[in-house]
Every structure is written in C-alpha cells, then in structure tokens.
C-alpha cells in the first residue's frame, strides 16, 4: 500500500456500502482524517440512515423489489446498557435509561451523523450491485475499486476508489436450517426477520425454533399476547423460567406425512406457525469472493486478516463480522484500524503470514472442538482484539469503563432475569 500511496500523493478515495451504524462510523473517521482521505461516498439501498435499527412495519419487499433489510421488531429493547453500546466518543442522552427501545437508537444514530456532518455523503436509494478489484502494475502491484450502483431510476453508475468498506450489515438474510419434510408443514412458516409484533398469533399454536436472543424475547412476547408457544432448542438451561403458554421442547427432528412436528425426543405436536429465531447467513451478492480469495459460508468468511480484510485485498473492509460483541465499540475500533493501514501507519505482514495467522486462528478453533457456527463468537476475546487493533493502528484504546461495564451486564441481565421471573409469577397467579 505504501508504494501506492507515494505514487498516488493525492487523497485516497473511500467508498462506503451502507448507511447503518458501521457505515456511519467509517465515514465520520474518513472525515476526520482530510489530510489523507477525500470525502467518502456512502452508498445506501434504503432513503434513511440507521441500517437494523430503522423500523420497518412492512415485511418483504421494498417499492423497488428488493428485500427489506432491518429486522426490527416493535417492542425489542437492546440488550446491551447504553453505556456499553455507544460509540466511545459519543454517549447516548444521559437522560435516558440504560435499556433502550430501538427507536432511541435509531435517534442516537441519525445525530451521530448529524454532529460529523455525514448526510451530505451519502447517496440514498443507491444500491451497490458489483464491487470488483482492478489490479494494475506500476512500480509493484496496484489495486484500485470499481464500484457499480444503481440508483432509483434504475440506471446504473460505475466509479473508482481505493479502498472499500463493506458496511451492509449481517442480520437480513435469514438462514432456513434443512429440516426434513419442511414443506409438508401445512401452516404458517415465517422467520424472525419478518416477525414484527406478536399480535397477528394471538390464539394460535406457535412453534419457536431457536432459543437465541430472538428466539427468547420473541417466544416471551407470543407468549404475553395469548398464543400457545413451543419453545423448540436445543440449549440445557435456560437464562429465565419461561411464563404461563409458554413450553419447551427438543429440536425439531422432521416434518411428518401429515405435517406434525416430530421433536427429537420422539414428541409430535401440530402448530399453526413455525416462526424460524434460527440466524442470518452471510452475503456479499456484490462481491465476487473467490476473486478476492475469500470463502464465503453461512456462518464463516475466510481467510479473513484481523477477522477485517481478504489478505490478497488488504484494502477492502468487512465490517463487523464477528457475534458476541460489542459491535458499536468493535466498528469503532475496526474502522480505525482499517484508516491506520490505508495510510500506511500499520506495517502489514507479508501475504502468507496474514494468511498463515487467519488460517491458523481458525485452525485452532476447530482443534478445540468450536462448531463451525460459533467460528465467529468474540465474547471475552473482544477485548484483547480491540485492544490489539488499538495498539497496531496507534489509536485511543477502548476505555476500561466499556468492558467492566459490559462484565457487569452479568448483573444487569441477572436483574431483567428477575423482573421478567416477577412478571411470569404475576402472569400465572
Ligand atoms: P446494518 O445496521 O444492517 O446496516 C447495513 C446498511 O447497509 C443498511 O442500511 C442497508 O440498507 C445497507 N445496504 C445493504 N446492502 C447494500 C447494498 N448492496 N447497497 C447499498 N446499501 C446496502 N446490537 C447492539 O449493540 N445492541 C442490541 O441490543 C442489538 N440488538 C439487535 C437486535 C436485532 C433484532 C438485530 C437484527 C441486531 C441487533 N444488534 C444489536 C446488532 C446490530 O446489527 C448492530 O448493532 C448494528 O446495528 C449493525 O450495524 P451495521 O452497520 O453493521 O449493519
């Protein structure tokens, strides 16, 4: 990159796909840095900013055919305090309390990007349908973007950076798990991501596949409006007891002749509803991934430098692909990092160490016995990695206040735990 940069001695040219939350927080460091980076240009599929956390009543598709992308439900409060989950450079209004309904997110969000003056950056109703690399040779090789969008008329627009960050989000393309018989249920088959509130299953018998946090709240919410819930998982415990019309079962086995569930314990129930809590693939339609050297799977994308960049490509970005984090913190953090290479302050190492150390880390998971589906769970690990990428990038580190805060939240969600307990109590007297 280095070699570019001294060829090039003009600003760099940063495209960003996608307005949400780590769209936004590339483009508002992108902004501080004009010495080194031209203006970005954010592109955004949607006419608002906010990504998951705009509230979409509509299920399906937009005017123009594409799928809506958040998957918001109405009544979903965050489940890490707002203390925790900001950017650290820009708290949430003090006033507000820890727990927060997504609307206050959505809020947080539109002033973040007011305060860093992003708006004028951002082409809305533009959708990115090819990011490819150009790769030409001067003094060593050089790789520059082309990004093609189409705007709303349709017509379609093809321009040149040097660098990527893919900001689309991870949670709008609903994994289906392959159970037998799945199209001899004679109900109703819907995922989270169309799930909006619990009202249209009030009476019915609703069967919940997954006991993440989706699965959880959502069964708890069904429940709460007079539906009759099979909690379907396959977890030992439960975090909380579950309340009155809400029960437990085995993962679901197949779908039999007559459209039964057979749980794994050899139970069979009829339902009215199957409503899929099961996850969210991964996908890039607009990225080529084995030109770039990248394997793309439902739950994994490898090799994957820093869990950041393709190291044949270290001037494209994922952001944001790992679960069990902190992800306003971790955007922050990630985005940094990413600036840090494009000016050249990170010395990379050589293509097959990046390689060896994405490899290896994986490698290491698997020799441990992880699932290929948990590949990608930080939990504890995020702050030794946000912290490595800080001192790498030779940026402000996360403040300790974030991870003690984030431990706690042990406690905090032990008292959510006893309230909901209370709740069920109240419910079943
Ligand atoms: P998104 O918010 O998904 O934004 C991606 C943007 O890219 C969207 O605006 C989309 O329109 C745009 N886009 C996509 N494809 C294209 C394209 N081809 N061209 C142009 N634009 C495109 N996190 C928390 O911290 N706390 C919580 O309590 C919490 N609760 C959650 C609850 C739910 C139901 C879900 C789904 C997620 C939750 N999260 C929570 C995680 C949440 O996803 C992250 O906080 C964060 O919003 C992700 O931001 P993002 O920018 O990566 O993706």
Redesign the pocket.
């Known amino acids: 990159m280095s070699s570019d940069r001294t060829v090039r001695m003009q600003q760099l040219r940063v495209a960003v ?8 927080c590339a483009a508002r460091h992108i902004l501080s840095r004009p010495d080194t980076f031209a203006p970005p240009i954010v ?4 006419e608002h ?6 509230y979409e009543e509509r299920t399906g598709s937009y005017d123009n055919g594409l799928p809506i ?5 109405r009544d ?5 305090p707002k203390e925790v ?1 900001m950017f650290p450079d820009f708290p949430f209004d003090p006033q507000l309390p820890s727990f927060l309904p997504h609307q206050e ?1 959505q809020k947080y969000l539109e002033r973040y990007c007011q305060s860093h003056c992003i708006t004028p950056h951002i082409r809305f109703s ?4 090819e990011v490819s690399p150009v790769v030409t040779e001067g003094k060593g090789p050089m790789t520059t973007w082309e990004v093609t ?1 189409r705007d709303k008329s349709g017509s379609q627009n093809t321009e040149t950076f040097d660098s990527v960050f893919i ?6 393309d609903p994994h289906i798990p392959s159970i037998p018989g799945l199209e001899r249920f004679k109900g109703k088959v819907i995922h ?1 991501h169309s799930y909006r509130h619990p009202e249209p299953f009030s009476g019915q018998s609703v069967v919940v596949l997954g006991a993440g ?2 699965g959880l709240d959502i069964s708890l919410e069904l429940g709460r409006s007079n539906a009759q819930v099979t909690l379907s998982h396959g977890k030992p415990t439960l975090p909380f007891p579950l309340p009155y019309g809400v029960h437990q079962a085995t993962p679901v086995e197949e779908i039999q002749e007559d459209g039964s569930l057979r749980f794994q314990d050899g139970s069979i129930t009829q339902a009215q509803v199957l409503l899929l809590c099961t996850g969210y693939n991964f996908s890039y ?2 990225l080529e991934p084995a030109r770039l050297g990248l394997k793309v799977q439902e739950h994994l994308v490898t090799p994957l430098y820093r869990f950041l960049m393709p190291p044949a490509f270290p001037s494209l970005f994922i ?2 692909i790992c679960k069990i984090i ?3 913190p971790h ?1 922050h953090c990630q985005v940094q990092f990413a600036l840090a290479v494009l000016e050249g302050s990170v010395a990379l190492p050589s293509l097959a160490e990046m390689e060896e150390e994405a490899q290896g880390e994986m490698a290491r998971k698997v020799e441990r016995g992880v699932q290929l589906r948990h590949m990608l769970k930080m939990d504890k690990e995020q702050w030794g990695y946000a912290q490595t990428l800080a001192q790498t990038g030779r940026f402000a580190p996360l403040p300790p206040v974030t991870q003690s805060l984030y431990e706690e939240g042990e406690g905090w969600r032990e008292i959510q735990r006893q309230q909901r307990r209370r709740r069920v109590m109240t419910q079943s007297c």
């Open positions: 796909v996608g307005a949400g939350a780590a769209g936004l592109y955004e599929l949607t900013v906010g990504g998951t956390w705009f992308h958040s998957s918001m439900y979903l409060r965050t489940n890490l989950m997110v533009a959708v990115v349908d969008s900001c689309s989000g991870h949670y709008s989270s946090a989706s339609p607009f952001i944001g902190c992800p306003f955007f």
